[in-house]
């Protein structure tokens, strides 16, 4: 049992309570900036990359809280770096987020195709190791979602239209079909 601060008490028997804290996220991200990480690259790195990181989350755990408090999780999990198979999966649902922001709210569906090329051109303007999915975020908003916009507004993009998306030297380039 809990008592809360206007002395309600709550059942937690059945509860799973999660923290987090950004405790040694800056000895994990100077790790991250001088490590060699990159798509395709060696597993073993990457292994390692994630032990040095759970190690440097767990040494400045135990040098920023008491050792009373630490012993009463069950577990400490560490951030691991998103692995190219996540960004693509991430990517795949902003596209599909773009589809329906083009269905309800612009009122324009329309079908949208990218190019393996173009995919890979967007997840790498849109990956820092450091800052997880917020940068594939902007990346995809800058690079897809504002020539779209601007299709539409323009009226160069219509209700049924298929949009290709590829890329021709190091460049988005946009055909409607």
Do not use: C, W, Y
């Amino acid at each position: 049992m809990l008592t809360l601060g206007d002395n309600t008490t709550t059942d937690f028997t059945r509860s799973i309570v999660l923290m987090t804290s950004n405790v040694g996220s800056r000895e994990m991200s100077d790790l991250l900036d001088h490590r060699q990480v990159g798509f395709g690259g060696d597993d073993l790195a990457a292994e390692a990359t994630k032990e040095s990181l759970r190690d440097l989350a767990l040494a400045a755990a135990r040098k920023s809280f008491p050792f009373e408090f630490l012993n009463r999780f069950d577990e400490i999990l560490v951030f691991s770096p998103l692995e190219r198979g996540h960004l693509e999966q991430i990517f795949d649902k902003f596209l599909v987020d773009i589809h329906e922001r083009a269905l309800g709210q612009a009122g324009v569906p329309l079908l949208l195709k990218v190019t393996p090329d173009a995919k890979d051109h967007i997840i790498a303007r849109g990956t820092d190791l450091r800052f997880g999915a917020r940068p594939l975020r902007r990346a995809v908003e800058h690079e897809l979602v504002d020539p779209l916009s601007r299709f539409i507004a323009s009226e160069k993009l219509h209700a049924g239209d298929i949009v290709e998306v590829e890329l021709e030297q190091e460049q988005l380039a946009f055909f409607r079909s």
